[in-house]
């Protein structure tokens, strides 16, 4: 058994901790404050086809370095997740994987919503913890513009009650502001293709389907006041409606493009500064639920393309937990509200079972985040020279204690 003592508890009391393990251990973790494992309900990473950019050797030890114990991994891959027997392979690729890798890390995957394969959803239903809706094309070729096939995946979901994932984007507002915006090779124009109106229009769709068929709706790293104010209304009428941000949407905004360039363009887009202190009310009025990484490696050549070529999305994994405890000692955000947001909530929204994993944190450890030391495969970082405090310094993932040094 792993035996831990002196750890410090977040309400401040001292605590001691006998986790069952293979392993005999005494831990003193005095000056160190312990969370639950971290769940991360939105990743991707990359296994099967898009393995260049990450695959879960590599993802996995940065899962841990980052205090996650379990993540959710998204369907868009190469091929995409849309029928049970590409899950079952997915399952096995990653299985073998994580043996490789000595990580046991615990995960669920979504299954992608395809218009031509819904009728795969009744099998997969006790295999899945989802079904990921893209309202709007990101990256990949997993999209459901039309409202038939919307009701369709609303429907059948409900039916099979299933939650519903939604990258809430409208596909032909995006498309129009495309044409407008054609050919420009400016990064920062991003944010514009891909507005608030954009965002909203989709937010607005989904929960009005939630209302039609009853399905259990989680919205996906929501970056605006206006999706939340939308999120506020259909909380408030008692829909089954979730909430997720990611650390980029509150930590990053659109002044950062000059200085990240390609490294700043994700889906949905960088916002107006003044959304950073939108999302952190909605954390404080606990409209938001929890914090998703989106952690969506891709390789630094790739970033480095021109705009229109250069794909959306960045790694989040091993920098979310540092960021949202560098936002508590600036007073933004309570030790409590963090566990709520990487843990507690999702723990209760995706029905899972308690487990004894625990990360172990140094709250007052400073560090630079520096693209050597990450274990992520694309080996970069929006958050690169920013020193952060509070970092993990143990996880402890199914019993085997892994020291992050
Ligand atoms: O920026 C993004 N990257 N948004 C998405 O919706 C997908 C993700 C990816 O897979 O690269
Ligand atoms: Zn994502």
């Known amino acids: 058994m792993i035996h831990i003592s002196n750890a410090r508890a977040i ?42 950019k990450e695959d879960w050797r590599t993802a996995a030890r940065a899962a841990i370095y980052g205090g996650y114990t379990t993540v959710f991994d998204m369907p868009n891959t190469l091929p995409p997740t849309i029928t049970a027997e590409r899950l079952r392979e997915k399952k096995a690729l990653i299985d073998s994987q994580l043996l490789e890798a000595g990580v046991p890390l615990r995960y669920q995957l979504f299954f992608g919503a395809d218009k031509q394969h819904l009728d795969q959803i009744p099998a997969v239903k006790d295999a899945v913890v989802g079904i990921k809706v893209f309202m709007g094309c990101s990256t ?36 129009e502001r495309n044409q407008q915006f054609q050919g420009s090779k400016n990064y920062h124009d991003h944010s514009a293709i891909r507005d608030v109106e954009v965002a909203t229009r989709a937010v607005e769709k989904a929960i ?27 909380k408030n009428a008692g829909l089954p409606v979730y909430a997720e941000t990611t650390p980029h949407h509150l930590f990053l905004n659109e002044d950062c493009y000059p200085a990240l360039q390609g490294r700043a363009v994700v889906n949905p887009p960088l916002r107006r500064a003044e959304q950073n202190s939108a999302l952190f009310e909605a954390i404080q009025s606990g409209l938001i639920d929890t914090v998703g990484s989106d952690h969506a490696p891709h390789t630094t050549v790739e970033k480095a393309k021109p705009y229109g070529e250069c794909p959306s999305g960045m790694p989040g994994i091993e920098t979310t937990l540092p960021l949202l405890l560098t936002a508590y000692h600036q007073g933004q955000l309570t030790l409590e509200q963090i566990q709520r947001l990487t843990s507690s909530r999702a723990q209760e929204i995706f029905k899972l079972s308690q487990t004894e994993d625990v990360v172990l944190v140094d709250l007052n450890k ?19 020279g920013k020193v952060l405090q509070g970092w993990p310094v143990y996880t402890i993932l199914r019993g085997t204690c892994f020291h992050l040094i």
Not at 152 to 170: K, S, T, W
Not at 369 to 382: E, F, H
Request: glycine fraction near 4%.
């Open 11 to 52: 309400s401040g009391e001292t605590r001691e901790l006998v986790i069952p393990s293979a392993q005999n251990l005494e831990l003193d973790a005095a000056g160190l404050t312990v969370f639950p494992g971290l769940i991360d309900p939105h990743v991707h990473f990359r296994t099967p086809g898009l393995e260049h």
């Open 140 to 175: 990949g070729n997993l999209v459901i513009d039309d409202d038939e096939s919307l009701h369709a995946v609303f429907e059948v979901a409900a039916q099979n009650q299933l939650l519903v994932a939604v990258h809430a984007e409208d596909e032909a507002r995006m498309h």
């Open 208 to 234: 009005s389907l939630t209302r039609q068929y009853g399905t259990r709706l989680y919205l996906l790293h929501l970056s605006t006041r206006e999706e939340l104010a939308l999120v506020k209304q259909a």
């Open 366 to 384: 400073k560090a630079e985040v520096s693209p050597q030391q990450l274990q992520t495969k694309c080996a970069w970082s929006a958050f690169a």
